[in-house]
């Protein structure tokens, strides 16, 4: 079978068929301003999945994910948890990617931030207006959507029928109230933060001061939020590249405005599958930070677990709504604890004298290729991650009738299921088992990462006492850490 995707643009399912040799890949990432949550964590589970999917099935996969380190939330942070715009992105850059290797998710070939593109973003507004598809006002500069003919392809959105977008101060600086901003003059200004601001925050006044700025051929000013996706994906993929993620609420009119900007600059369409991950709501409210009613990544692997939280997750559908609850974690652990004590058992008597070298049980190994083939029906069943892990559990209890009904077990039936667990379970949907994601070797290498992470801060910074104390750490406990011209290297 081959891997069927649903295409939010189309509204089709249709069958994958990659640009090149390798899969390009763009996730939506986040802005630097809270701690991540479980809503983002889902959308990051399922462009994980649908990554080690890739891989299984044969492909090279080129994973772009993005960090938005320039934006008026981030500012209202100035004075909690750091002196500055940048600081503050580059603390939760820091936190964000703790997170991410703590859900054991695949690392991106490259996470672009928007301070390291504002280059292309010029470049790209400059294309757009020689192109007549862009106009200036007031050192600002704006995208006209009449000019381009297909806007609201993506959401059904109507011109005529649109809410004006951006802020009531830009609104006499345009010719249409729904044209947007590629390029904002000057800084920021305390009334734009205002309704952002935290608890132990700066004035926003003193926030605002700290707010970058670059030069451009405008004048002094900051990219506008949708353009600076535009140019940090076709940088790193191609003008058109194969699988945009994003989440459901980015539709419009985050989306429908990259659409709008990329393919009026190249003339190519941007991307041929657009996948949006619903959201995770309590109650009936989605879980965000703005509302407050949200579990944090951190709380939520302190309390549950990595593996817990994962087969939470992907116990529903990428494109369904999925509903927080104590009760719904319970049950995923439940699921996963079963899968992992059928995986134990299964490798305990392989490695034991109770499995028989002549034993066959035909029934047995026909369920295990069944369970696989059901597993991989399902992921290329546009990700049904939810049949797929109905399939390990299937594979558990295939393991447990065998080993139950039979006085000598077959190795050559348990080495089967466990390649399966190992495969399917492991390496697709990033549980730990054996010697994929999360085992005790990966485990170590990961935190000795983060070690490292944490040591090259404290260089940067000038601690050089800290740093060198953090490496005689690593070395105390067996770790081997080399500096290079390319950067820190390690050996377990």
């Known amino acids: 079978m081959t891997l069927r995707l649903h295409d939010t643009l189309s509204g089709e399912t249709t069958e994958f068929e990659p640009v090149g040799d390798t899969v390009t890949l763009y996730l939506c ?41 320039v934006n008026e939330k981030v500012l209202a942070r100035v004075g909690e948890v750091g002196d500055s715009e940048a600081d503050v992105g580059r603390h939760y850059v820091g936190e964000f990617l703790r997170d991410m290797r703590s859900l054991r998710l695949k690392r991106a070939t490259v996470y672009p931030r928007v301070t390291e593109h504002v280059d292309e973003v010029i470049a790209m507004v400059e294309t757009l207006l020689e192109k007549g598809y862009a106009y200036e006002s007031a050192g600002s500069v704006y995208f006209d959507v009449t000019s381009f ?7 059904g959105q109507q011109i005529d029928e649109l809410e004006a977008q951006g802020p009531e101060d830009e609104r006499a600086e345009k010719r249409h109230p729904s044209d947007f901003a590629l390029w904002k ?17 700066a004035d926003p006044a003193e926030a605002c001061e700290t707010a970058e700025t670059w030069d451009s051929p405008w004048g002094e000013g900051r990219p506008g939020w949708h353009i600076e996706c535009s140019a940090m994906s076709t940088t790193h993929l191609a003008d058109t590249f194969d699988v945009h993620v994003a989440g459901e609420d980015l539709v419009f009119p985050h989306n429908e405005n990259e ?48 593996d817990v939280v994962r087969t939470f997750l992907l116990s529903a559908t990428y494109s369904e709504k999925q509903t927080y609850s104590e009760a719904a974690l319970s049950e995923a652990a439940e699921r996963f604890e079963r899968i992992e004590r059928g995986y134990d058992r299964a490798v305990d008597v392989a490695d034991s004298p109770d499995a ?50 039979h006085d000598q077990a077959d190795f050559g039936g348990l080495r089967s299921a466990i390649e399966a667990y190992e495969d399917l379970g492991g390496d697709v949907l990033g549980l730990a088992l054996g010697d994929g994601p999360g085992s005790d070797v990966h485990l170590s290498e990961d935190l000795a990462e983060l070690v490292l992470e944490l040591r090259e801060r404290e260089r940067e910074a000038g601690n050089y006492e800290r740093a060198d104390e953090l490496r005689d750490e690593l070395e105390a406990i067996g770790v081997e850490v080399q500096d290079t011209d390319d950067g820190p290297t390690f050996r377990l």
């Open 185 to 201: 003059a000057d800084g920021v200004e305390p009334g734009e933060i205002v309704d952002h601001q935290h608890e132990g925050a």
């Open 29 to 69: 990432g986040l802005t630097t301003s809270d701690p991540a949550h479980l809503g983002h964590a889902r959308v990051w589970l399922h462009t994980d999945v649908l990554h080690r999917w890739l891989e299984y099935s044969g492909y090279d996969v080129r994973h772009v994910e993005n960090f938005t380190d």
């Open 356 to 405: 028989g070298t002549k034993v066959c049980d035909d029934r047995f190994r026909d369920a295990v290729e069944d369970a696989r083939e059901a597993f991989e029906a399902a992921m290329d069943d546009d990700l049904n991650t939810r049949e797929a892990l109905a399939a390990v559990l299937e594979l558990t209890s295939a393991v447990h009738e065998h080993l139950d009904g």
């Open 259 to 306: 659409i709008a900007q990329a393919e009026a600059a190249t003339g190519q369409r941007f991307t041929n599958h657009w996948l949006h991950v619903g959201l995770l709501e309590t109650g009936e409210e989605k879980m965000s930070s703005s509302l407050g009613n949200f579990y944090t990544v951190e709380e939520a692997i302190e309390k549950f677990g990595a």
């Open 149 to 155: 003919e297909d806007y609201g392809k993506l959401s």
